[in-house]
Protein backbone atom coordinates (compact mmCIF):
# COMPACT_ATOMS: atom_id res chain seq x y z
CA UNK A 1 0.00 0.00 0.00
CA UNK A 2 1.22 3.61 -0.70
CA UNK A 3 1.92 5.24 2.58
CA UNK A 4 -0.76 7.79 2.67
CA UNK A 5 -3.04 7.98 6.11
CA UNK A 6 -5.44 10.09 6.62
CA UNK A 7 -6.87 11.15 10.48
CA UNK A 8 -9.19 11.18 11.68
CA UNK A 9 -10.87 8.26 10.12
CA UNK A 10 -14.17 9.41 11.66
CA UNK A 11 -15.70 12.43 13.29
CA UNK A 12 -18.84 13.83 13.82
CA UNK A 13 -19.28 17.71 14.35
CA UNK A 14 -21.83 20.38 14.83
CA UNK A 15 -22.87 22.85 12.40
CA UNK A 16 -20.82 25.91 12.47
CA UNK A 17 -17.54 24.24 13.59
CA UNK A 18 -14.46 24.35 12.18
CA UNK A 19 -13.06 21.12 10.99
CA UNK A 20 -9.46 20.06 9.80
CA UNK A 21 -8.75 16.81 7.99
CA UNK A 22 -5.17 15.55 7.59
CA UNK A 23 -3.29 13.75 5.16
CA UNK A 24 0.09 12.25 5.47
CA UNK A 25 2.38 10.77 2.84
CA UNK A 26 6.09 9.31 3.03
CA UNK A 27 6.02 8.50 -0.56
CA UNK A 28 7.66 12.13 -1.36
CA UNK A 29 4.63 12.62 -4.44
CA UNK A 30 4.46 16.09 -5.66
CA UNK A 31 0.99 16.34 -6.01
CA UNK A 32 -1.72 15.63 -3.57
CA UNK A 33 -5.39 15.90 -3.58
CA UNK A 34 -8.63 16.24 -1.26
CA UNK A 35 -12.06 14.48 -2.97
CA UNK A 36 -15.37 14.04 -1.72
CA UNK A 37 -17.16 11.03 -2.45
CA UNK A 38 -20.93 10.97 -1.82
CA UNK A 39 -23.85 8.65 -3.17
CA UNK A 40 -24.95 9.81 -6.42
CA UNK A 41 -22.01 11.82 -7.32
CA UNK A 42 -18.26 10.62 -8.57
CA UNK A 43 -15.45 11.52 -6.97
CA UNK A 44 -15.23 15.04 -7.13
CA UNK A 45 -12.38 17.18 -6.53
CA UNK A 46 -12.41 19.81 -3.76
CA UNK A 47 -8.78 21.06 -3.64
CA UNK A 48 -5.10 19.96 -4.93
CA UNK A 49 -1.45 21.08 -4.48
CA UNK A 50 1.61 20.68 -6.95
CA UNK A 51 4.08 21.39 -4.59
CA UNK A 52 4.52 23.36 -0.99
CA UNK A 53 2.67 25.90 -0.67
CA UNK A 54 1.42 25.59 -4.16
CA UNK A 55 -2.54 24.64 -4.34
CA UNK A 56 -5.45 25.12 -6.44
CA UNK A 57 -9.32 25.04 -6.49
CA UNK A 58 -11.23 21.60 -7.95
CA UNK A 59 -14.90 21.67 -8.73
CA UNK A 60 -16.71 21.93 -5.79
CA UNK A 61 -13.87 24.36 -3.59
CA UNK A 62 -16.72 26.57 -1.80
CA UNK A 63 -16.62 26.40 1.92
CA UNK A 64 -13.01 24.49 2.13
CA UNK A 65 -9.50 25.60 2.37
CA UNK A 66 -6.52 23.77 2.44
CA UNK A 67 -2.70 24.03 3.21
CA UNK A 68 0.78 22.43 2.19
CA UNK A 69 3.72 23.43 4.43
CA UNK A 70 5.86 19.83 4.00
CA UNK A 71 5.71 17.92 1.03
CA UNK A 72 4.43 15.44 3.43
CA UNK A 73 1.47 16.93 4.87
CA UNK A 74 -2.10 18.68 3.57
CA UNK A 75 -4.34 19.75 5.28
CA UNK A 76 -8.14 20.18 4.63
CA UNK A 77 -9.90 22.95 6.36
CA UNK A 78 -13.97 23.28 6.72
CA UNK A 79 -14.01 27.12 8.34
CA UNK A 80 -17.46 26.65 9.25
CA UNK A 81 -19.35 22.75 8.62
CA UNK A 82 -22.37 22.77 7.11
CA UNK A 83 -24.60 19.58 6.81
CA UNK A 84 -24.10 19.42 2.99
CA UNK A 85 -20.58 18.81 4.22
CA UNK A 86 -21.64 15.49 5.25
CA UNK A 87 -19.53 13.26 3.20
CA UNK A 88 -16.41 10.81 2.46
CA UNK A 89 -13.17 12.26 2.47
CA UNK A 90 -10.25 11.45 0.46
CA UNK A 91 -6.54 12.50 0.07
CA UNK A 92 -4.69 10.90 -3.42
CA UNK A 93 -1.46 11.31 -4.23
CA UNK A 94 0.49 11.09 -7.48
CA UNK A 95 3.87 11.76 -9.01
CA UNK A 96 2.83 13.26 -12.14
CA UNK A 97 -0.21 15.39 -13.10
CA UNK A 98 -1.68 12.69 -15.24
CA UNK A 99 -0.63 9.95 -13.44
CA UNK A 100 -2.45 6.82 -11.38
CA UNK A 101 -3.46 8.48 -8.26
CA UNK A 102 -2.72 6.63 -4.66
CA UNK A 103 -5.93 7.05 -2.58
CA UNK A 104 -5.84 7.32 1.42
CA UNK A 105 -8.47 5.12 3.69
CA UNK A 106 -11.02 8.08 3.52
CA UNK A 107 -12.84 10.29 6.56
CA UNK A 108 -16.27 9.59 7.57
CA UNK A 109 -17.47 13.37 8.36
CA UNK A 110 -20.68 13.68 9.81
CA UNK A 111 -22.22 17.66 10.55
CA UNK A 112 -25.10 17.23 12.21
CA UNK B 1 -18.45 19.58 -20.25
CA UNK B 2 -16.63 16.02 -19.42
CA UNK B 3 -18.97 13.35 -18.83
CA UNK B 4 -18.11 9.83 -17.72
CA UNK B 5 -21.42 6.76 -17.86
CA UNK B 6 -21.10 3.56 -15.93
CA UNK B 7 -23.11 1.13 -16.49
CA UNK B 8 -24.66 -1.25 -15.06
CA UNK B 9 -24.75 0.44 -11.87
CA UNK B 10 -24.82 -3.05 -9.88
CA UNK B 11 -23.90 -6.54 -11.40
CA UNK B 12 -24.95 -9.75 -9.97
CA UNK B 13 -22.88 -12.58 -11.50
CA UNK B 14 -22.34 -16.31 -9.96
CA UNK B 15 -19.10 -17.54 -9.86
CA UNK B 16 -17.31 -18.28 -13.14
CA UNK B 17 -19.79 -16.70 -15.03
CA UNK B 18 -18.37 -14.01 -17.38
CA UNK B 19 -19.41 -10.49 -17.86
CA UNK B 20 -18.89 -6.85 -18.70
CA UNK B 21 -18.76 -3.53 -17.47
CA UNK B 22 -19.17 -0.15 -19.54
CA UNK B 23 -17.33 3.03 -19.23
CA UNK B 24 -19.16 5.55 -22.12
CA UNK B 25 -16.84 8.78 -21.60
CA UNK B 26 -17.40 12.56 -23.50
CA UNK B 27 -14.12 14.48 -23.42
CA UNK B 28 -12.66 17.12 -25.87
CA UNK B 29 -9.13 15.61 -25.49
CA UNK B 30 -8.26 11.94 -23.78
CA UNK B 31 -5.11 11.95 -22.32
CA UNK B 32 -5.82 8.74 -20.42
CA UNK B 33 -8.91 6.66 -18.78
CA UNK B 34 -8.30 4.84 -15.99
CA UNK B 35 -9.88 2.06 -13.62
CA UNK B 36 -9.97 1.39 -9.88
CA UNK B 37 -11.40 -0.89 -7.42
CA UNK B 38 -13.11 0.06 -4.60
CA UNK B 39 -13.40 -2.23 -1.82
CA UNK B 40 -16.39 -1.16 0.98
CA UNK B 41 -14.40 1.62 3.67
CA UNK B 42 -11.61 1.29 1.64
CA UNK B 43 -10.32 4.31 -0.59
CA UNK B 44 -9.99 3.29 -4.67
CA UNK B 45 -7.28 1.15 -5.70
CA UNK B 46 -5.40 1.35 -9.03
CA UNK B 47 -6.08 -1.17 -11.86
CA UNK B 48 -5.13 0.19 -15.10
CA UNK B 49 -4.56 3.26 -17.21
CA UNK B 50 -5.45 3.69 -21.06
CA UNK B 51 -4.32 6.19 -23.18
CA UNK B 52 -5.27 5.35 -26.81
CA UNK B 53 -7.67 3.41 -28.86
CA UNK B 54 -7.53 0.03 -29.49
CA UNK B 55 -5.23 -0.45 -26.56
CA UNK B 56 -6.13 -3.39 -24.41
CA UNK B 57 -4.45 -4.27 -20.34
CA UNK B 58 -5.05 -7.19 -18.58
CA UNK B 59 -4.65 -8.63 -14.68
CA UNK B 60 -5.35 -11.70 -13.63
CA UNK B 61 -9.36 -11.72 -14.51
CA UNK B 62 -9.81 -8.09 -15.58
CA UNK B 63 -8.93 -7.32 -19.02
CA UNK B 64 -9.19 -3.61 -19.74
CA UNK B 65 -10.11 -1.93 -23.50
CA UNK B 66 -10.71 1.45 -25.08
CA UNK B 67 -12.43 2.67 -27.88
CA UNK B 68 -12.88 6.14 -28.56
CA UNK B 69 -16.07 6.64 -26.88
CA UNK B 70 -16.22 3.92 -24.23
CA UNK B 71 -14.13 1.35 -21.85
CA UNK B 72 -14.96 -2.01 -21.25
CA UNK B 73 -13.73 -3.53 -18.07
CA UNK B 74 -13.96 -7.70 -18.94
CA UNK B 75 -14.02 -10.17 -16.02
CA UNK B 76 -13.31 -13.69 -17.02
CA UNK B 77 -14.54 -16.67 -14.54
CA UNK B 78 -14.83 -14.21 -11.76
CA UNK B 79 -14.70 -15.10 -8.28
CA UNK B 80 -16.33 -13.77 -5.09
CA UNK B 81 -12.88 -11.99 -4.26
CA UNK B 82 -13.64 -9.68 -7.02
CA UNK B 83 -17.19 -8.46 -5.57
CA UNK B 84 -16.46 -4.86 -5.40
CA UNK B 85 -17.40 -0.87 -6.79
CA UNK B 86 -15.23 -0.56 -10.49
CA UNK B 87 -15.02 3.28 -10.97
CA UNK B 88 -13.34 4.78 -14.47
CA UNK B 89 -12.17 7.77 -14.37
CA UNK B 90 -10.86 10.10 -18.04
CA UNK B 91 -8.19 12.96 -17.55
CA UNK B 92 -8.37 16.01 -19.92
CA UNK B 93 -7.54 19.18 -18.59
CA UNK B 94 -8.83 17.88 -15.01
CA UNK B 95 -10.01 14.06 -13.91
CA UNK B 96 -13.98 13.48 -14.05
CA UNK B 97 -14.70 10.03 -11.94
CA UNK B 98 -17.71 8.10 -13.31
CA UNK B 99 -20.44 6.85 -10.26
CA UNK B 100 -19.13 3.47 -10.42
CA UNK B 101 -20.71 -0.29 -10.85
CA UNK B 102 -21.37 -1.85 -7.96
CA UNK B 103 -19.91 -5.85 -8.51
CA UNK B 104 -21.18 -8.70 -6.82
CA UNK B 105 -20.00 -12.65 -7.29
CA UNK B 106 -21.76 -14.81 -5.37
CA UNK B 107 -20.09 -18.27 -4.25
Known amino acids: DAGITQSPRHKVTETGTPVTLRCHQTENHRYMYWYRQDPGHGLRLIHYSYGVKDTDKGEVSDGYSVSRSKTEDFLLTLESATSSQTSVYFC???????????FGSGTQLSVL | EDQVTQSPEALRLQEGESSSLNCSYTVSGLRGLFWYRQDPGKGPEFLFTLYSAGEEKEKERLKATLTKKESFLHITAPKPEDSATYLCAVQDSRLTFGEGTQLTVNP
Open chain 1, 92 to 102: AISGGEDEKLF
